[in-house]
């Protein structure tokens, strides 16, 4: 079946630290791949997406690419900010006809000092 | 746009009690809708996916009987959880998504605590 593999937490860096998050998966097909981020209280939001290998996802300053040789889609940030101190989800999605089904990582929880 | 709400946000039952959770799109018509449970330092791990009108598809290991799910309307789905147990502690997440460019990808609601004494 599929699966998403997150790097362990929680991390925690000074402002404008450059920020990686490794992603890795397992998947039968042809995924797309998400990363979704959740504030302190809020609902999960999607930060970016990449729908086949190569592309790049990008929102915010965030970025990832979408790896098929290596199935990762690592998160990188070259300048954080105390406002990005959220939880950080990895996540695929297969489709098969009209029905999807996302499969998340565990989640890193990213602190972000002053 | 695109916001999904969540009702109630915790809840504390005793065991053996029934409680609901509602989600609710707000701004747009949802003709799916998932439900998650996520336990503490764990992933989400969907439960269910409900199409309006229809009966959900639950996942497997998921008891059907246990977590009853109705999406009756376009806009609001519920999740009852039956003759709760400690066991079912756990926060639970929905998910809706729509039609077109616009909403065809899942809006997450807030989530719900339930915490069953």
């Known amino acids: 079946g599929n699966s998403v593999t997150q790097m362990e937490g929680p991390v925690t860096l000074s402002e404008e630290a450059f920020l990686t998050i490794n992603c890795t998966y397992t998947?039968?097909?042809?995924?797309?791949l998400f990363w979704y981020v959740q504030y302190p209280g809020e609902g999960l939001q999607l930060l970016l997406k990449?729908?086949?290998?190569?592309d790049k996802g990008s929102n915010k300053g965030f970025e990832a690419t979408y790896r098929k040789e290596t199935t990762s889609f690592h998160l990188e940030k070259g300048s954080v900010q105390v406002s990005d101190s959220a939880v950080y989800f990895c996540a695929l999605e297969e489709r098969t006809g009209a029905n999807s089904k996302l499969t998340f990582g565990k989640g890193i929880t990213l602190s972000v000092r002053p | 746009g695109a916001v999904v709400s969540q009702h109630p946000s915790w809840v504390i039952c005793k065991s053996g009690t029934s409680v609901k959770i509602e989600c609710r799109s707000l701004d747009f018509q949802a003709t799916t809708m998932f439900w998650y449970r996520q336990f503490p330092k764990q992933s989400l791990m969907l439960m269910a996916t409900?199409?309006?009108?229809?009966?959900?598809?639950?996942e497997q290991g998921v008891e059907k009987d246990k977590f009853l799910i109705n999406h009756a309307s376009l806009t609001l789905s519920t999740l009852t959880v039956t003759s709760a147990h400690p066991e079912d502690s756990s926060f639970y997440i929905c998910s809706a998504r729509g039609t077109g460019a616009s909403y065809n990808e899942q809006f997450f609601g807030p989530g719900t605590r339930l915490t069953v004494l």
């Open positions: 990449a729908t086949k290998a190569d």
């Open positions: 998947a039968t097909g042809y995924p797309s």
């Open positions: 409900s199409n309006e009108g229809s009966k959900a598809t639950y």
